[in-house]
């Protein structure tokens, strides 16, 4: 009995540090330094070009697995890697900390149809739009049994707040066309830095119209 107290006290002892690493980040450092980052993702990290990631209210860990990713060169993109080449560890941390501390706002109803001048084309484009979410939202919450594509509601959570104990991402109110961008290089294994391969196993199994509809209701949850 006393041995299996001791035990988990070591445990919990082991699992404590990451939190201490992670309290020793600072936040008003973070604030600062992002400064450098708000061209293209926005002062509090709501980028308003939506090939630019949102990174606001994003789990810091999972920030910090990105940075180091582009660091190495094992994620790769032209405009980020040269940034994330220049960032210091503490960096890192410091700004994973200050991104993940704001807050994720909401997208505005998505335009699928080009041309929306005129009433038709509007409502046209409200409908396409409900449809494309509907599908989106059947595929996120039960997957597609039949073609082995799991439900991403398993990892993402309800609300596409991810899990953060996990690294597992928070994916609402992300932008559809990053989303699409993203899934599609997990597709074709351009993006491969993740545990597993897990999202090319997933997104590989995926047409690019469910990648569609899927980002599209993604983007739209708060
Ligand atoms: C010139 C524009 C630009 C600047 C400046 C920039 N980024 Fe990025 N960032 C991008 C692009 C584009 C992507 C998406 C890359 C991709 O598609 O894989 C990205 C992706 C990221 C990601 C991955 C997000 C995710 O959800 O996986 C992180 C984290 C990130 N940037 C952090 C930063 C930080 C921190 C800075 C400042 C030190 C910064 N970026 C500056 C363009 C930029
Ligand atoms: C078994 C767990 C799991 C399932 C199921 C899963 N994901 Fe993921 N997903 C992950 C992990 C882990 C990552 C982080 C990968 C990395 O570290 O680069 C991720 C990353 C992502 C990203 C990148 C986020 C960003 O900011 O760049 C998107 C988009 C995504 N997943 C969408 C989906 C969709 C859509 C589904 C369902 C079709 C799904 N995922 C199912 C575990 C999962």
Same mark, same amino acid.
């Not at 009995?1 to 690493?21: C, E, Q």
């Not at 008003?28 to 990631?53: D, I, M, R, W, Y």
């Not at 190495?72 to 040269?82: H, I, T």
């Given at each position: ?56 209210? +994003?789990?810091? *860990? ?58 038709? *084309? ?12 509907? +599908? ?56 491969? *830095? ?29």
């Amino acid at each position: 009995m006393k041995k299996n107290l001791l035990a988990l006290s070591l445990a919990l002892a082991f699992t404590s540090i990451p939190s201490i690493l992670h309290a020793e980040a600072d936040i008003g450092a973070g604030k600062e330094k992002a400064a450098q980052c708000a061209s293209c993702h926005g002062e509090t990290g709501n980028s308003l070009v939506s090939s630019f990631p949102k990174l606001a209210e +994003q789990h810091p *860990n999972y920030l910090v697995k990105q940075l180091l990713a582009f660091k190495s060169g094992a994620r790769k993109d032209p405009l980020m890697s040269p940034i994330a080449e220049h960032l210091s560890k503490d960096d890192i941390a410091d700004i994973a900390a200050y991104y993940g501390s704001e807050k994720i706002a909401a997208n505005d109803v998505p335009v699928v149809d080009e041309d929306e001048d005129d009433a038709t *084309n509007k409502a046209k484009n409200a409908a396409a739009v409900q449809t494309l979410i509907a +599908q989106g939202g059947g595929l996120y919450r039960n997957g597609d049994l039949s073609r082995e594509v799991s439900a991403c509601i398993a990892c993402h959570g309800p609300l596409g707040e991810g899990n953060k104990p996990a690294g597992y991402p928070l994916l609402k109110s992300q932008h559809a066309e990053y989303l699409i961008k993203t899934l599609t290089d997990f597709k074709t294994d351009v993006r491969s *830095n993740n545990p597993e391969n897990m999202m090319h196993m997933i997104a590989r199994k995926m047409t690019d119209e469910e990648i569609k509809a899927v980002s599209y209701r993604i983007s739209m949850m708060k």
